[in-house]
């Protein structure tokens, strides 16, 4: 079935750094491509999402390019800030009735 | 106005209590959904309802039931609980549609003792 692979964290930048947080999938055909946000305390909150190879999705200053040839859904972001420190989930649809699986996870720490 | 809102925020217990948790959405959503998050914020489906009906059971142990009683509800009730049921249970809702987004409580932390 369907699934993704996120890289493992905890991930701690400085703020204004650069960021990237890899995931790859394992799917039949082109499912849409998600990425999910939880701030400490919260639920998840979808951040940006792809439907189709070789969409960029793209929201507050993130973004990710759906790849089919690399089977990859890279979040990135040029600058991050403080508050930004969070966990990130990068999903995709398996199986039937709106399922969607998500990865690992990706704790990522903001520091002054 | 909170979208998807669950009650309670805070659940301590003891093993071998009955326990429930409560669900609602605002959004006008007719697919509602559990999620248990273990300590390593692994995220795992649970159950599915699309308007009342269930449409997703995942390998959950049958202490746990789930139910519906409007599209606009999805309430869990675990019997016996057990340490391992220690974690976090989010409930979410989404419009039909697999690029649909979920949108999440905030979700009710459950602690065995």
Redo the contacts between chains.
Sequence with gaps: GNSVTQMEGPVTLSEEAFLTINCTYTATGY??L?W?V?YP??????LL?A?KADDKGSNKGFEATYRKETTSFHLEKGSVQVSDSA?Y?CAL?T????????G??T?LKVEL | DTAVSQTPKYLVTQMGNDKSIKCEQNLGHDTMYWYKQDSKKFLKIMFSYNNKELIINETVPNRFSPKSPDKAHLNLHINSLELGDSAVYFCASSQVGRDSPLHFGNGTRLTVT
Aim: positive net charge.
């Design positions: 499912p849409s998600f999910y939880q305390g919260e639920g998840l909150q979808l999402k439907t966990v989930f649809p199986g039937g009735g709106n399922k969607l699986t998500f690992t996870g704790q």
